[in-house]
């Protein structure tokens, strides 16, 4: 955890901007740190070491943007991807299935993904596979890009000046907003395996 305030102090803004964008736009992103960034930086937006209004403006710049590439790589590559009948992960049923769930969750998927790793990777994409209107996707982009960055900044920044020296415990607030974050992917999983079982 070290090593990431590191990154964040040397890199500063720009580079919050850069690793926000890649984890939410680009599907190889995935792997990069992103809850554990936005309370990281809010930490030290509380230790004077950055700028709130900074931190705030290149986490919401890089989420809105990077869905927005997300978005269009979906919508260009996706249908050649999932063409292959043969294929065993990218079957052009599955993108029926994603529009279905676009059209039905569409809202609630791209907001709430934000808050959950690997699937906030994956929702812009999906979402433009399936088509889903860009209008409606950029406004549904632009509340989610809000209420994560803002909100998780703002959140921890405010719990960094409430108890002093919080930073030192950087990484079990962390893990515990990667446990949270996860349990609703695994509760669906095992939920979708019980009535596969059936």
Same mark, same amino acid.
């Given at each position: 955890?070290?090593?990431?305030?590191?990154?964040? $102090?040397?890199?500063? /803004?720009?580079?919050?901007?850069?690793?926000?964008?890649?984890?939410?736009?680009?599907?190889?992103?995935?792997?990069?740190?992103?809850?554990?960034? !936005?309370?990281?930086?809010?930490?030290?937006?509380?230790?004077?070491? $950055?700028?709130?209004?900074?931190?705030?403006?290149?986490?919401?710049?890089?989420?809105?943007?990077?869905?927005?590439?997300? /978005?269009?790589?979906?919508?260009?590559?996706?249908?050649?991807?999932?063409?292959?009948? &043969?294929?065993?992960?990218?079957?052009?049923?599955?993108?029926?299935?994603?529009?279905?769930?676009?059209?039905?969750?569409?809202?609630?998927?791209?907001?709430?993904? @934000?808050?959950?790793?690997?699937?906030?990777?994956?929702?812009?994409?999906?979402?433009?596979?399936?088509?889903?209107?860009?209008?409606?996707?950029? !406004?549904? &982009?632009?509340?989610?890009?809000?209420?994560?960055?803002?909100?998780?900044?703002?959140?921890?920044?405010?719990?960094?000046?409430?108890?002093?020296?919080?930073?030192?415990?950087?990484?079990?607030?962390?893990?515990?907003?990667?446990?949270?974050?996860?349990?609703?992917?695994?509760?669906?999983?095992?939920?979708? @395996?019980? @009535?596969?079982?059936?």
């Amino acid at each position: 955890m070290s090593s990431l305030i590191d990154v964040i $102090l040397s890199a500063s /803004y720009l580079g919050i901007f850069f690793i926000v964008f890649a984890e939410t736009g680009l599907l190889v992103g995935f792997f990069l740190p992103g809850d554990s960034l !936005l309370i990281a930086a809010g930490l030290l937006a509380a230790g004077g070491k $950055l700028n709130l209004g900074g931190v705030m403006a290149a986490v919401v710049a890089g989420a809105l943007l990077g869905n927005t590439a997300g /978005y269009f790589i979906g919508q260009r590559f996706g249908p050649a991807v999932f063409s292959n009948q &043969n294929s065993r992960f990218f079957k052009p049923e599955y993108v029926a299935q994603a529009q279905t769930f676009f059209v039905k969750y569409g809202a609630l998927a791209v907001i709430l993904a @934000r808050f959950v790793p690997i699937v906030r990777t994956l929702v812009p994409t999906l979402a433009g596979v399936s088509r889903m209107p860009f209008a409606l996707y950029t !406004l549904y &982009n632009l509340i989610g890009a809000l209420l994560w960055g803002v909100g998780l900044t703002a959140l921890s920044y405010y719990l960094g000046q409430l108890i002093p020296d919080l930073d030192k415990y950087i990484l079990l607030i962390v893990a515990v907003v990667l446990v949270v974050s996860v349990i609703p992917i695994v509760l669906k999983f095992l939920q979708a @395996r019980k @009535r596969a079982v059936k």
